[in-house]
């Protein structure tokens, strides 16, 4: 098993990913491989992958941005993608565990996530990498802004 964070000429083994990990019904319009170049080469996105074999097995999505607050930087722990063959083996939280180490280099002082109340595994990931709860209620709201464009 390997993980390691993509960079911008991986944008190909990125795309392949995403066609493997994310189900059809969800995948809405497939970015473009320039899109996900330019993505990938944004200091401040960390898309991490797990290869199985050379078979990519889960991702994980995150994202850099200044705390207002303070002088830190903090992390947004976007999205975490296990294929469903590849669960419960450790994957999520290995990605996790990358993801901290390379915020550490990066000197983030912390990273945020959250999830439904009704994803175990998830929470499951989240405690057993050290993450601390801080709330038990979780409501998301979406502003669609490319509506009517």
């Given at each position: 098993m390997e ?8 944008h190909?083994?990125l795309?392949s ?7 059809e019904?969800e995948?809405?319009?497939v ?23 050379s078979t ?5 999505s995150a ?8 002088t830190?930087f903090?992390?947004?722990l976007?999205?975490i ?7 419960r083996?450790g ?6 565990e ?5 915020c ?18 998830a ?8 993450a601390?709860k801080?709330?038990?209620t979780y ?9 009517g464009?």
């Amino acid at each position: 098993m390997e993980i390691r964070r993509l960079q911008e000429n991986d944008h190909e083994l990125l795309a392949s990913a995403l066609w493997l990990l994310i189900p059809e019904s969800e995948r809405g319009s497939v970015a473009s491989h320039a899109y996900l170049k330019q993505a990938l080469g944004c200091k401040n996105c960390y898309f991490l992958l797990c290869l199985v074999d050379s078979t990519p097995v889960g991702y994980l999505s995150a994202f850099r941005f200044p705390a207002v607050e303070n002088t830190s930087f903090q992390v947004y722990l976007y999205d975490i993608v296990v294929d469903a063959r590849f669960r419960r083996k450790g994957i999520g939280t290995r990605m996790i565990e990358e993801l901290k180490k390379c915020c550490i280099e990066d000197q983030v002082s912390r990273i945020w996530v959250g999830t439904s109340l009704d994803n175990e595994a998830a929470k499951r990931a989240f405690e057993i990498t050290g993450a601390r709860k801080v709330r038990e209620t979780y409501i998301e709201y979406i502003y669609d802004l490319d509506e009517g464009a």
